[in-house]
């Protein structure tokens, strides 16, 4: 009985030990070679008090989609990412679109979203007042 006590004690530590160790994180998927692999961005968005872009992949391909809001003085640019303006970024469970919340910038003037994923980039369309 006790060895039957002590090898149970030994399967419940071993399984909580190994319940405890962190998993390998999975490698983010790739495009699928020789697909039709896009990406698009909608223009900014009011939305909870924030700025708000989804961005979206078609063709077969899925992973980590980045999203960063861009700032200029005048509509046709030049742009520069405002780094810090990024409040939360969510990612959908199948890799295939994330929607960014940004947070109103201080500064006003011109902004558009700009979406990333492997090679490919995509600006929103209409820059909007920010």
């Not at 994180?25 to 020789?34: D, E, I, N, T």
């Not at 008090?49 to 809001?69: E, H, V, W």
């Not at 003085?73 to 679109?97: I, S, V």
């Amino acid at each position: 009985m006790r060895i039957r006590s002590m090898v149970s004690a030994a399967v419940l530590a071993g399984g909580l030990v190994a319940a405890a160790t962190p998993a390998a994180a999975a490698p983010a998927a790739a495009p699928l070679q020789g697909s039709a692999c896009s990406l698009t961005v909608t223009d900014l968005y009011y939305s909870i008090g924030m700025q708000t872009a989804f961005a979206r992949l078609s063709g077969g391909c899925s992973g980590p989609i980045d999203i960063a809001l861009e700032r200029a003085d005048a509509p046709a640019g030049p742009y520069q990412e405002d780094p810090e303006a990024l409040y939360y970024l969510q990612q959908a469970p199948d890799g295939t679109a994330a929607t960014a919340y940004f947070t109103d910038p201080a500064e006003r003037g011109y902004c558009r979203a700009r979406a990333s994923f492997d090679t490919l980039v995509a600006y929103s369309q209409n820059p909007v007042g920010c």
